[in-house]
């Protein structure tokens, strides 16, 4: 299995011979031999929304408008509705700017947070969850066909995780076709630069599904259930956290995906098993990815 | 390569058999095949400082104290010298109190720099970065023999890793024997872990070394380098970032060492290469580990 340039029905695919996003380094190997290394660049980008500088995230840099949206989307910190006046990338600041007209309810509350206790750092993580609540995502039936179709064709998508390693790969996806392939250092940049993309194309979420090469943790299955996705797999394992709010919000999710293999953790009674594992083959080796735990 | 019981000279060894660290999920396969998975626990745990709140972690739920201890340590909000009077984790309310003798200086930086931006989140980052400036760590020479033999002995030892996946492990080390192995969700939580120790024993850091499953980003090489320990190895990969802070501090740095293979990116000249890489066997492909990407 090696990487083809195929990117037909691709409306976002990664560029991994884009300039910015990797650096030549020099390395010695086990042997003594001097190398140079193809590897991935990591800048710090802070994101404000209005006048409040809410974090710096460590990314590689490609599309910071996507991710300042969709950390703060994410993050419950914009809802659905609220008008996004203008986003202001500055390169040479690494800032990006999110501008919305009047004051969101986030940083009404984070005013009040600060008042009260004199930070707001702990407040994110309670912030999501309380985003989650009443969340049921819709009922939609997944073909095991087009998990492994998508499997298949992701792998071959040439990539900085193919070429560099030490990255993951998020991918939005509509049926056996993958539509927005985002990468990124951290996991949830990739995750959050698709909610971004959404977010400023309105795209639909219900007949969507997304594919991460990052593990199934309770925030990540948190993040796809606010962005409404209602089926959520990955080539990594899982936590127990993971699992139970995928139960609890009625999303389908699929963990340890590789080659023939993968286990549902929750929405079994969804898939739709209508291809026949004996016929797909196992992964090949080399697509196990370059130093990409982490 | 099979997990052996055999943990002479450590000082703390995962203890995977534990009952809180993790639970049994129902799976079904692609064969349709239903099975009870063991799966790593994740738990909230908020962490404060006197009577400021500073963040919540994700974390297993081990050492708590450690990891509050380290993880303020590690971002520069508890200075060396600093007199701890009491550690106080409470299981019911999932929350770690740090306490000082008096007022610490972050507390006061947090104080001024909430009045002027309303928010210290972003913070953070910047004292990371600030707490780095003129650590040159101290020169000493690194035995590919040991390397090579702390590999295989952790790769060896029974752990959450090997058993459930989907988690990270750090390994304090000097010379061929590895110390103190913590294991979190989050690549970051163990490296605290090990630093919170390190903090509570008193011990040298100088004449240690670091091996970790996750990938040398800039925050594990910083770290690290706060840490004083002047060497750091890993199976995974590393960004341009964090290669060019470990060559500012003089930290030597090794990536993508699997079997006989690694790559030294900082520090070549202090590598002692007193071991055949031919006579070591490869990776098994079962220590491949159960899907920890991520």
Aim: glycine fraction near 10%; charge should be negative; include cysteine.
């Amino acid at each position: 299995m090696s990487a083809t340039d195929d990117l037909s029905g691709y409306l976002i695919a990664p560029d991994p011979s884009a300039r910015r996003l990797t650096r030549a380094v020099r390395g010695v190997d086990h042997e003594g031999r001097e190398s140079e290394i193809a590897v991935v660049e990591e800048r710090p980008l802070t994101i404000f929304l209005n006048g409040q500088e809410i974090v710096t995230a460590m990314t590689i840099g490609d599309y910071p408008e996507y991710l300042a949206l969709g950390f703060l989307r994410n993050q419950g910190m914009l809802q659905d509705g609220e008008a996004i006046k203008g986003v202001d990338y500055d390169d040479d600041l690494e800032t990006v700017v999110v501008r919305t007209d009047g004051q969101t309810s986030y940083e009404e509350k984070l005013k009040k947070k600060t008042r009260t206790s004199g930070c707001a750092v702990g407040t994110v993580f309670g912030d999501m969850m309380e985003g989650l609540e009443g969340v049921r995502l819709p009922e939609v039936q997944v073909r095991t066909s087009d998990l492994y179709a998508l499997a298949h064709r992701i792998n071959q998508t040439p990539s900085l995780y193919l070429q560099a390693g030490a990255i993951h790969g998020t991918v939005l996806c509509k049926g056996a076709q993958p539509l927005v392939y985002m990468e990124d250092v951290g996991r949830h940049n990739a995750v959050d630069k698709i909610a971004g993309w959404m977010l400023s194309e309105g795209a639909e979420a219900a007949d969507k599904m997304l594919y991460t090469t990052g593990r199934l943790t309770s925030e990540m299955v948190i993040k796809t259930a606010m962005m409404g996705i209602p089926v959520l797999a990955s080539r990594s394992g899982f936590t127990a956290w993971g699992v139970e709010i995928a139960q609890q919000v009625g999303l389908t999710l699929i963990g340890r995906m590789r080659g023939k293999r993968f286990m549902c953790l929750s929405g079994e009674e969804r898939l739709l098993r209508d291809a026949d594992p004996a016929a797909v083959p196992e992964e090949a080796r080399k697509s196990g990815r370059k130093g990409a735990q982490g």
